[in-house]
């Protein structure tokens, strides 16, 4: 099947307006040489009815689970209308809004998100999306590093409390740009930033600080320091942020004496499923005298010649298809249909509902926390305020216990003894509003059970 | 009218999200939001209500012939999203044990399958990069890496023919390099002598993209190859044009070390009003050590990820998981629909339509940038000739077209060929579809004959006629405040 809609008496029309025999002709300008006659290892076209059957029964085998992992990627209830609208062929069909008069659909509701982004973070100006958080904060070194024009050392302190995977990817994407990431420790007790590893950099060129909130522990940072700590010492601040927790944190633009300098993060909690990892959205937000350095499409609100209100891709002075060389990155397509998602979820819930995701997430992973450490043998590992995710301690190796998790149906959580050696048995646990008293007390259950068969 | 104007004090979309907000009495004060943050208060009708006529507004392959140039505007067949949107994949969580997403990993892994054998890459291919930009970067990543991992740390510059799409220089300079820029001869080809002249001991690789985005294929690409080869460098494919070549000819055969493929243009996955694509990438076997990561393994009848452990050159991790999962499950529903038979008919039909469309197109007497080339998926018309006697641009004639009912081509790309349209049909517009996209241009080209102020007014049935860029960028409004509300 391949969606061609030509009939033989209309080929032969075609064939003949060009004055060719067969359409092997238009193909004459390729060597021959080079020319292949079949596509070898490429499996013979199944019906619609086929593989939706084979879809079906590899969806079914991977079936589904009860989640405790967020590590990054969280399971929030999402909207019927969310996904119904986003789906619609005039928003999942279309290209980038480069026909303004013809994408005015698109172009708004990237406005409409923008303007709920920057409200959101307490920012001055949103783009249009990135790829991914991961590569969001990447793109916000790069950003830095540009915006910072005084600073020459292109040394950025990053809290080890970062998630491990973001740091690898801000390192494979930074790494040709000569950017040197500083990193800072996190305190044994409390699992936040420790503060006084900054005074070693005090006095030194350092280009700009990442700050998480919350961190990959789950732990809230003392963001307020750490910006200051930016301003005092004339570094940049970089926020990277959940979403839904700023919905009850305190926002990035507010942070300390003055507010961060550019906010960044992943999308995905605002009405985005988990799907394997993707795709996703990064988002950015940044202060107004960076806006020119800022990477990504932005939209803008403008006029008709007849003075209606429209908008437009603005700003594109900044991108490779005017740029080329010269352009803040090389970002062409983003993730507008996820923003699209995400816009509509934001407008479902509204700040009374996220405020509510927010806090509920949070009320049940104390709930799951208080469940979890009162079974023999489970601890938690640090003592710092969390938000909705929490390191635990177990008295064994952790990977038969997420095994034998397993086989009753509950991904009990992510083993970040992989990512943190020092941490050993260490198991990170989330919930959000979509687990229920009844679920957290089926997982508390279920690890009681395979912690005292094994002992 | 913005969502925000439909917004109320104390409205809500009562059914979404938990009724009650649970107790924060365990978080520092200081940490704590002080403000409301400026989220629309609407009803769930509203929402949707807004939302679906937003909709309305834009132009999508599902409603409008889209022949822009260089985007591929095929048909997305829905199957592809209804399979990859089935609860137990939606629901999965990406560190999820790997036990749980073996169905998933199965087609991963088969579409990596695929994927080298419609290009020929015999070195292997990674599905992570999450468009065709980042496509790109990891390709020039994995040039530089192989160049450094020989002791050879001076090449640092990448060639780009001035036809490149803009992402190739941009990436080049986000990847450490110097993009250095050779010209197109008067056919549409790589001017050999100036490559001969670029090359040297400091040429990391080329970017290429063939079919070039000048509509045509790069005849000397074996002649390109060598001479690149010789002096050191790699060759990268950018695979923007693949659909036309797509079971014809391969890049792995044509000496490309290192390709992206733009899921969502060959593969048919939705370009969403401006993504998620996806830029999968491809590679020869001297290139298969730096692949970004993770890539699908199979063990027997296991699958699992590779990471850096088993690929321990690898230029790293581009996304925090695997890239645009989603997308990749769409392409693959796509891929195994259409079938060794069916990729073969694609490059086929959209090369007919596309030679089609050119011949029709100079029959009304619109003048070709290259009237003694084949089209490939794609070919471009130069309104050279219409600018200076009628006063007619390409922008113009893209502007009344949308008013005809048709998305305009692609305009002023590539920058090389002045006032151009860049027309790609792809195979899925029917024959009835072109014919009347070719009247609608030989009817503007009248119409601005007999009164070209009103071609310059266009468009005109639009929601908004022409809109001011200039002030776009100069009266910064990038965000609704309450009190800009009008």
């Known amino acids: 099947m391949s969606f061609i809609p030509h009939t033989e008496n209309e080929i032969r029309e075609m064939l003949d307006a060009i004055g060719v025999d067969s359409i092997e002709r238009l193909f004459d300008e390729i060597p021959a040489e080079l020319r292949i006659d079949d596509l070898h290892g490429v499996p013979e076209a199944l019906s619609e009815m086929e593989i939706s059957r084979i879809m079906h029964a590899r969806a ?6 009860l989640n405790f992992i967020g590590a990054g990627a969280y399971e929030h209830h999402i909207p019927a209308a969310v996904w119904e609208i986003t789906t619609r062929g005039e928003f999942y069909t279309a290209y980038t809004p480069y026909q303004a008069e013809a994408s005015q659909g698109t ?16 920012m001055d100006v949103s783009n249009a999306s990135l790829y991914d958080g991961a590569s969001a904060l990447a793109e916000a070194c790069l950003m830095a590093v540009r915006s910072h024009r005084k600073s020459k050392s292109r040394r950025i302190l990053m809290p080890a409390s970062v998630h491990p995977l973001y740091r690898k990817v801000a390192e494979a994407i930074c790494t040709t740009q000569n950017i040197r990431f500083e990193l800072l420790p996190y305190d044994e007790r409390t699992g936040a930033t420790r503060l006084d590893a900054l005074k070693a950099f005090e006095g030194e060129d350092i280009t700009a600080i990442v700050i998480p909130q919350p961190n990959f522990f789950g732990v809230l940072e003392d963001v307020n320091a750490m910006t200051d700590w930016a301003r005092a010492n004339d570094a940049l601040a970089i926020a990277v942020v959940n979403p839904t927790a700023l919905a009850v944190l305190r926002a990035p633009g507010e942070w300390g004496g003055q507010g961060v300098d550019i906010v960044c993060g992943e999308g995905q909690p605002l009405g985005v499923p988990l799907s394997s990892g993707g795709p996703y959205f990064g988002f950015m937000c940044c202060r107004q005298e960076h806006v020119r350095q800022m990477p990504g499409r932005i939209i803008g609100r403008t006029v008709d010649l007849e003075g209606k209100v429209g908008y437009a891709l603005t700003l594109q002075a900044r991108e490779q298809h005017i740029r080329r060389s010269k352009a803040t990155s090389n970002i062409c397509t983003n993730q507008g249909l996820m923003v699209t998602a995400a816009t509509i979820y934001m407008s479902l819930l509204g700040p ?37 995710e929490s390191v635990l301690m177990l008295d064994r190796p952790v990977q038969p216990v997420i095994d034998a998790l397993l086989e009753k149906g509950i991904v009990g959580g992510y083993a970040i003894g992989n990512d943190y050696p020092e941490l050993g048995n260490a198991l990170l646990v989330c919930a959000t509003e979509t687990r229920t008293d009844a679920d957290i007390a089926h997982y508390a259950a279920a690890l009681n059970d395979v912690l005292r068969s094994a002992a | 009218m913005l969502i925000f104007e439909h917004s109320r004090a104390g409205r809500r979309a009562i059914a979404q999200g938990p009724a009650q907000p649970a107790s924060l009495d365990d978080i520092p004060a200081e940490l704590r939001r002080t403000s409301k943050p400026l989220l629309p208060e609407v009803s769930e009708l509203q929402a949707v209500r807004h939302y679906t006529r937003l909709s309305q507004k834009n132009f999508s392959i599902d409603t409008h012939f889209y022949p822009l140039g260089s985007c591929t505007m095929k048909y997305n067949p829905r199957a592809c999203n209804t399979l990859a949107m089935l609860p137990e994949f939606l629901g999965r969580h990406p560190l999820a044990p790997e036990s749980t997403g073996q169905g998933f990993l199965a087609c991963m892994y088969e579409l990596q399958e695929i994927l080298k054998a419609v290009t020929g890459m015999k070195g292997g291919v990674s599905l992570t990069p999450m468009a ?8 020039v990543l994995m040039i530089r890496a192989y160049h450094h991992a020989r002791g050879d740390f001076e090449r640092n510059e990448i060639i780009v023919p001035d036809a490149a799409h803009g992402t190739n220089p941009a990436t080049a300079t986000m990847c450490g390099m110097v993009a250095r820029e050779i010209p197109t ?42 001479i690149v080869h010789e002096a050191g460098g790699l060759l990268y494919y950018d695979g923007a044009n693949l659909n036309a070549i797509l079971g014809k000819v391969r890049p792995g055969d044509m000496g490309f070390d290192v390709i992206h493929m733009n899921l969502h243009k060959t593969f048919s ?61 769409r392409a693959y529903v796509y891929a195994r629909m259409l079938g060794r038979e ?9 090369t007919l339509n596309a030679n089609y469309l050119m011949v029709e197109l100079k029959k009304a007497g619109f003048e070709l940038a ?3 080339r084949r089209a490939s998926h794609e070919f471009i018309v130069t309104l050279k000739k219409e600018a200076k006697e009628l006063g007619l641009t390409a922008m113009d004639l893209a502007k009344r077209l949308l008013d005809y009912g048709f998305h305009a081509p692609t305009t002023y790309f590539p920058l090389l060929v002045p006032e151009c349209l860049l027309i790609e049909p792809t195979e899925t517009e029917s024959k009835e579809a072109i014919d009347s996209f070719v009247e609608a241009m030989y009817a503007i080209r009248k119409e601005a004959e007999a009164d070209i102020e009103k071609v310059k007014g266009a468009p005109y049935t639009l929601p908004v006629r022409r809109l001011d860029d200039v002030r776009a960028a100069r009266q910064l409004d990038l965000k609704w405040t309450e009190v800009a509300a009008d």
């Not at chain 1, 079914?60 to 689970?65: I, L, M, S, T």
């Not at chain 1, 990237?110 to 409200?119: K, R």
């Not at chain 2, 065709?132 to 390709?139: I, S, V």
């Open chain 1, 352 to 388: 009374e509902g996220l405020a509510n995701t927010a806090s509920v997430s949070h009320g049940q992973t104390r709930k799951l926390v208080e469940a979890l450490t009162k079974i023999d043998g489970v601890s938690r590992r640090f003592e710092g305020a969390f938000f909705h």
């Open chain 2, 370 to 372: 290259f009237p003694n």
């Open chain 2, 269 to 329: 996955t939705p370009h969403g009003g401006g993504g998620p694509g996806s830029g999968a990438i491809g590679v020869s076997e001297r290139l298969a050590p730096f692949m970004p990561t993770p890539i699908v393994g199979k063990e027997g009848d296991t699958y699992r990820w590779l990471t850096e452990k088993d690929l321990p050159q690898s230029i790293g991790r581009l996304s925090a998981w695997m890239g645009n999962a989603g997308v990749l499950l």
């Open chain 2, 342 to 350: 069916g990729m073969k008919r694609v490059g086929e039909f959209a």
């Open chain 2, 185 to 226: 001869n008067k056919d549409g080809d790589v001017d050999i002598e100036a490559l001969k002249q670029a090359v040297g001991p400091k040429t990391a690789g080329i970017m290429l993209t063939n079919p070039s985005t000048l509509g045509v294929f790069e005849r000397r690409i074996r002649e390109i190859s060598k």
């Open chain 2, 132 to 139: 065709g930009a980042q496509g790109e970067l990891a390709g």
């Open chain 1, 107 to 122: 172009l708004q509701l990237l406005y409409e998100y923008q303007s709920m982004m920057a409200s959101l973070t307490g």
């Open chain 1, 60 to 65: 079914q085998r991977d079936g589904q689970y």
